[in-house]
């Protein structure tokens, strides 16, 4: 009987001391994944302020502030730089994908190559100039001007119409117009790139910061470059 209760007592100490050192840490391959998930997905928040020891922003507050570097000094609104966000973190959810390639481990760093489909942005300033056009020619006719295309304006002769057409296409209030009128749904069209980009970073695991990922802004950059593709 001491003998079977001391086995048994043995037994459920190695139980818990493995499951103690199981929820301890993760694998380098899983730790990739959370990383990815939380900066380009919002998904696994929870796991990443765990193992990474970071409090992540929010995906769609990111991309907002991004985006109003380049779009505030156009006259976008903030309705539309909120639609804007909430799209492209709608469409990189739906359309993107990403695998982990390959990992490989030498001492205390792992070098994690992950594939990703990103968004074919490669057209986006063909797709904006095609809409400008299109806007353009739209409000131009509404104020009486008769053109079916965008170079049919140097061929106007009626002073009148010359000027009042220099107006419209010189106001800023009116490229501000047409911005927030093709923006919100331009990133909505976007679809899912034929080929993967390879992107390799590395991570390491500290036992009293958790995991970190090695030259973190620069990776970041790469990674958004190649699940955008602009």
């Known amino acids: 009987m001491k003998n079977k209760k001391t086995l048994f007592i043995f037994l459920m100490g190695l139980l818990l001391l493995v499951g103690a050192c199981s929820s301890k840490g993760i694998e ?7 990383f990815l998930d939380a900066e ?3 998904k696994a928040t ?3 302020e765990k193992y990474f020891n970071v409090k992540i922003v929010d995906v769609e507050k990111s991309i907002k502030e991004g985006l109003a570097l380049t779009m505030k000094p156009l006259g976008v609104s903030d309705e539309t730089l909120d639609t804007m966000s909430k799209n492209i973190k709608e469409t990189i959810a739906k359309k993107t994908s990403y ?8 001492k205390e760093t792992t070098t994690v190559t992950a594939e990703i489909y990103g968004l074919d942005f490669t057209n986006l300033e063909t797709k904006v100039e095609e809409k400008v056009s299109a806007e353009l020619i739209k409000v131009l006719k509404e104020n009486g001007i008769e053109i079916n295309s965008i ?3 140097s061929e106007i002769t009626d002073p009148t119409q010359i000027e009042k057409g220099q107006k419209i296409v010189q106001d800023p209030e ?4 047409i911005m927030n009128t093709i923006l919100p749904s331009l990133f909505k069209e976007t679809e899912k790139m034929s080929k993967p980009t390879d992107v390799a970073f590395v991570i390491k695991e500290s036992k009293k910061e ?3 990922v090695a030259d973190y802004n620069n990776i970041v950059l790469d990674l958004t470059d190649a699940f955008l593709n602009l």
């Not at 380098?28 to 959370?34: N, Q, T």
């Not at 695998?99 to 030498?106: A, L, M």
């Open 151 to 153: 170079e049919e304006i």
């Open 210 to 212: 958790g995991w970190e």
């Open 46 to 48: 929870e796991k990443y």
């Open 40 to 42: 380009f997905y919002g």
């Open 28 to 34: 380098p391959k899983e730790a990739a994944s959370i």
């Open 99 to 106: 695998k982990i390639k390959e990992v490989e481990t030498k």
């Open 174 to 177: 009116m490229t501000a117009k």
